[in-house]
Each structure stands twice: as structure tokens, then as C-alpha cells.
């Protein structure tokens, strides 16, 4: 595991040199915040996940690059999300993300490895305390005895996914 910014190809390109595998899970994932600061998504999302691939790129040793990408690509969906949907992100963090998914399937076809997006949606665990999400929501507020607050009639649905989960995929 290293620990770099992104946004510095000079400071990754190092790390890519040796390894066989990208696990690419580098991100600024405050998805409110991204229609606030837009500038800040687009350098984090998109120029970093450039200047990983790129240095994906120039390393004779990378084989395979797995990126975490979002449920927000795809946008709002009634029901179910079906994988041959045309995705349409509302946020600049969506479109930062699709973007990603793009250039991970040029690189792939155009530079020797492989590349695949896995699109997240609702993720939690212990370190997600910080997230403005509904499960970290209602772990806070049970831990303060507080009520759960839910929207709308109840019926609502969503998918969420454990970290252990993503780290076994």
C-alpha cells in the first residue's frame, strides 16, 4: 500500500514503476461539495486518475488497474439500475467518475493492460463515519440515541455495499 496525491504524476509514477496491479480507490468523494467546488473534484477525480493511468502506462510491469468508480455515473434511476443505461450524472463528482470509467477502457484497449470499473453505490464501514451517507447517518444517531429520521413513505430502496465486501471483489 502507498500513500501518494494523485494529482502529482512525478510522485506516483514511482509507485506504478514495479507492481503488477493498480487498485486505483483514490478519490474526493464529497459529492455536495463537488457542485461547490468543482475545480477541486476535477483535479482530484480527473487529472488523478489521468496521471494514474498514464503511469500505468509507461510501467512494463502493470498488468491489470481496478478503479473505483460511483453509482453516481449513472445518475437518478427509478427501480433498478440496468447496466445498459445511458448514463446521466447530475454532479460534477458523477461525471468526474464516468470520465474515469472512460479512460480506463481507452488505456485498457490502447496500452498493454487491463482495466475494469466497479461502480459503488452506498458504500459503509468502520472508516465511514465521516460520510454524509444514510448508514453512517443512522449509526450516528443510534450512537446519541437518537430517532432514525427516514424520508419520504418508507418504501424506498437502495443498495449498499460493506468495505469488506469491495476488498473481497
Excluded: W
Excluded at 514511482?14 to 496491479?21: C, G, H, M, N, R
Excluded at 437518478?76 to 443505461?85: K, L, S, T
Excluded at 498493454?112 to 444514510?134: E, W
Excluded at 450516528?140 to 424506498?156: F, T
Amino acid at each position: 500500500i502507498h500513500e501518494a496525491d494523485i494529482r502529482k504524476y512525478d510522485e506516483i509514477t514511482p509507485l506504478i514503476s514495479d507492481v503488477e496491479a493498480v487498485i486505483h480507490l483514490a478519490a474526493y468523494t464529497n459529492v455536495p461539495r463537488s457542485t461547490e467546488n468543482p475545480m477541486m473534484d476535477f483535479d482530484t477525480n480527473t487529472e488523478g486518475t489521468f496521471n494514474v493511468l498514464r503511469s500505468c502506462k509507461e510501467s512494463d510491469t502493470i498488468e491489470k488497474i481496478v478503479f473505483a468508480s460511483s453509482n453516481a455515473a449513472v445518475g437518478e434511476v427509478e427501480g433498478a439500475v440496468d447496466e445498459n443505461r445511458v448514463p446521466e450524472p447530475i454532479a460534477p463528482y458523477g461525471t468526474s467518475k464516468l470520465y474515469g470509467e472512460g479512460l480506463c477502457s481507452s488505456f485498457s484497449r490502447n496500452y498493454n493492460f487491463k482495466a475494469v470499473s466497479l461502480r459503488f453505490a452506498n458504500a459503509y464501514g468502520p472508516y465511514s463515519g465521516h460520510k454524509t451517507s444514510v448508514v453512517p447517518k443512522f449509526i450516528r444517531r443510534a450512537r446519541e440515541g437518537k430517532n432514525l429520521e427516514i424520508y419520504g413513505d418508507g418504501y424506498q430502496t437502495r443498495d449498499f455495499i460493506h468495505s469488506k465486501d469491495i476488498s473481497s471483489a
